[in-house]
């Protein structure tokens, strides 16, 4: 089992920048997969960014390559999201996702709006 709290939410001008972090806790951080997922109002889950166990091999969305990273700190058991120039349909929710094999765990998402 593992619990998933984000954090780093909020409002930003187009522009913009924020970072999200995802605390983990509980079954060994380093052996899954993270990845961050975003649902914008009347869309389905997109995935946003993902980076693998161990290696750290990172992959991203067409629509965020060049202004979003990905990144984790497995002693601290964190994921985090850097959003840089930030656009308004980044506006959606954000959800932090652990993986190993065929579990999967969700946080509970952190809202992300992107407005003048």
């Known amino acids: 089992q593992v619990q998933l709290v984000e954090s780093g939410g909020g409002l930003v001008q187009p522009g913009g920048s924020l970072k999200l972090s995802c605390a983990a806790s509980?079954?060994?951080?380093?052996?899954?997969?993270m990845s961050w997922y975003r649902q914008a109002p009347g869309k389905g889950r997109e995935l946003v960014a993902g980076?693998?166990?161990?290696?750290?091999?990172?992959n991203y969305a067409d629509s965020v390559k060049g202004r979003f990273t990905i990144s984790r700190d497995n002693a601290k058991s964190m994921v985090y999201l850097q959003m840089n120039s930030l656009k308004p349909e980044d506006t959606a929710v954000y959800y932090c996702?652990?993986?190993?094999?065929?579990?999967?765990?969700w946080g509970q998402g952190t809202q992300v709006t992107v407005s003048s």
């Open positions: 980076i693998s166990s161990f290696r750290g091999i990172t």
């Open positions: 996702r652990a993986r190993r094999g065929s579990a999967e765990y």
């Open positions: 509980g079954d060994t951080f380093s052996a899954y997969g």
